[in-house]
């Protein structure tokens, strides 16, 4: 296949939080397929709080995540059909989900980091949020970093988020008691009302501190942070004695990860307490268990998937920097 | 039993530091024994930096230390003699050890957090120190808490107070590369010559980042933090991807903990490392295996004891501020 593609490049290193000029939109060649690659027409772009951590020097190294280079296509990931082929394994017409499919058209895989995805199951845009990475690192940190019991009472940041909701659905699937901390009233009314959470705390309130106590009474035993910053530290007044925090996500703290500070370890040391952090990918054995379990909870209506959806490649900067203020609700999604 | 006896008792909270006029030296009677008692005359009193969390209004609270009220006599490990009994189990005679006696010259027991010692296997003090919560600390922490492995690369602070040489020399006795960090010279070269650690770096030192650079080479397994503050900050740009951080002590801290910060979490997240804070009350259960595997280290040589020993209960106020600002190798002890 040839002709041209559009692409988004990074131009800049985001300051603080990234603004639309760090972004840059470019037409390139489609390229040439080798032997064991296949091209993917992207259809759909999910959005995620941790391509900010590659836009940065920090946050990089051998152990972590590749930081992208000025002029690199951005990291995310994308669900697209398979449009030509050199590879035996995938034919044009499949499906897929491409974990490193980039903020752009089309995508050139060898079959790494790719999932073929049945449309049966469930629509295209739940396979980049419910049953993608954002169900997944909910699933495997709840179960495999943090060891969820039915017992647990279970509190979660970023409550009404992609990876957030899922954890408090999940949460609430296993019989455990589910706080949710999240922004604003709108977003405590959907997680509490709509995906039925048993708490919701607005960390906006100025009442925050005592209606998190009042929610939590100091016997949270399993926290799931995606957020860091001063939630996370009222958290920690929270843990019941040999709590367990699985460390997910610092979304408060990606625009200022230099300067960025943490909570005292008191209460880790008095209430001995239990901190984890974890990334998906180490956890991938947990796959099957999850997609199974998850597409039985959506059937059976105890997981409602929910994507906040926005249409045209130029309009991805914007989601992504409205997803990064707290914006959306559930998996921000873009629609090519 | 009758008569008067001296104690030592809180006269002042400590801000910061303790001075030696937070303390004061009182006279009392020596109470009549109920049924169920014993009384014992205590020859030695063990000191540990918990002792100061005790002495504020922080690190309190339902799960962690009870503070010591002013007035009350200030919380410490003892060894003594029986030398009257209306308690079944307990014999005039009887050495004992007493993890609350206290700093004071006799005390009242109903044989809670009470332990029968052997002189036959150790000398008193050391019952305090290798054998004692020291000891049983380092033990349990590595073991329990910090699943350690042979193959580990471990690193420990305070690498020549009580807890910390027994750290590493239980470390070495089961195989692994052990780094230790302690202030100047001195204390850096027993810790290598005499205990026969593979590194030692001095916190102290202008160097010390690259130093601590060169002999952990980003690569501890596990890391026990007596610590926290700076030598913890540093430390965590030393942690092996899936690290383990057993949290034990903060004594860098406990003089300013209303004030303290910790360091970023982003080495939680991007190292997936596990942190977990733990007391030694919670592990009782390894208490045999304790006694067992330590006597034996020590019989054979692997671990060789050592006390700072002080007399008279009048040096006990200087003895534990000394030992709060470092001054210590390895157990700090006051012989009554």
């Known amino acids: 296949m040839s002709g ?10 985001p300051k603080g939080l990234p603004t639309p000029d760090n972004f840059e939109i470019v037409e390139a060649d489609i390229p040439v397929l080798r032997d064991g690659e296949f091209l993917v027409r992207n259809a759909y772009i999910g959005l995620a709080p941790s391509s900010r951590i590659r836009m940065s020097e920090l946050g990089s190294g ?12 951005i990291y995310g990931q994308t669900l697209g059909t398979v449009v030509e082929t050199r590879h035996p394994g995938y034919a044009v017409g499949d499906t897929v989900v491409l974990t490193a499919g980039g903020w752009q058209e089309v995508t050139i895989s060898d079959g790494s980091l790719t999932t073929r995805v049945d449309l049966s199951v469930a629509p295209p845009t739940h396979w980049l949020g419910a049953l993608g990475v954002s169900g997944l690192s909910a699933y495997v940190g709840l179960i495999d970093v943090g060891h969820i019991q039915p017992t647990d009472c279970v509190a979660v940041s970023a409550a009404s988020g ?7 659905q999940i949460a609430k699937a296993m019989g455990c ?3 949710g901390i999240a922004g604003g009233a709108e977003k405590c009314a959907y997680i509490k009302d709509e995906l039925g959470f048993d708490e919701a705390v607005d960390y906006r309130a100025a ?21 860091g910053g001063a939630v996370r530290t009222a958290m920690l007044g929270q843990m019941n004695t040999f709590g367990r925090i699985v460390v997910c996500g610092m979304i408060a703290e990606y625009n200022s990860l230099s300067s960025a500070t943490g909570p005292s370890w ?11 952090g974890f990334l998906m990918r180490d956890h991938m054995h947990m796959y099957d268990a999850f997609m199974r379990d998850v597409s039985n909870w959506m059937h ?28 959306n609700f559930g998996k921000t999604i873009v629609r090519l």
Chains 1, 2 share one sequence.
């Open 207 to 227: 009442d925050f501190e005592s209606a998190l106590a009042n929610a939590c009474a100091g016997e949270i035993d399993l926290f799931f942070d995606n957020v």
């Open 266 to 276: 008191l209460p880790i040391l008095s209430k001995r307490l239990t901190v984890r």
């Open 162 to 168: 992609a990876v957030g909701a899922m954890v408090g």
């Open 300 to 327: 059976a209506g105890a997981i409602k998937p929910r994507e906040d959806i926005v249409d045209g490649l130029e309009s991805t900067p914007e989601a992504f920097i409205g997803m990064l203020r707290g914006k």
């Open 62 to 73: 051998k152990s972590y995540a590749e930081p992208t280079p000025i002029g690199g296509v």
């Open 177 to 179: 008691r589910v706080v």
């Open 4 to 13: 041209k593609t559009r692409r988004i490049v990074l131009k800049s290193l």
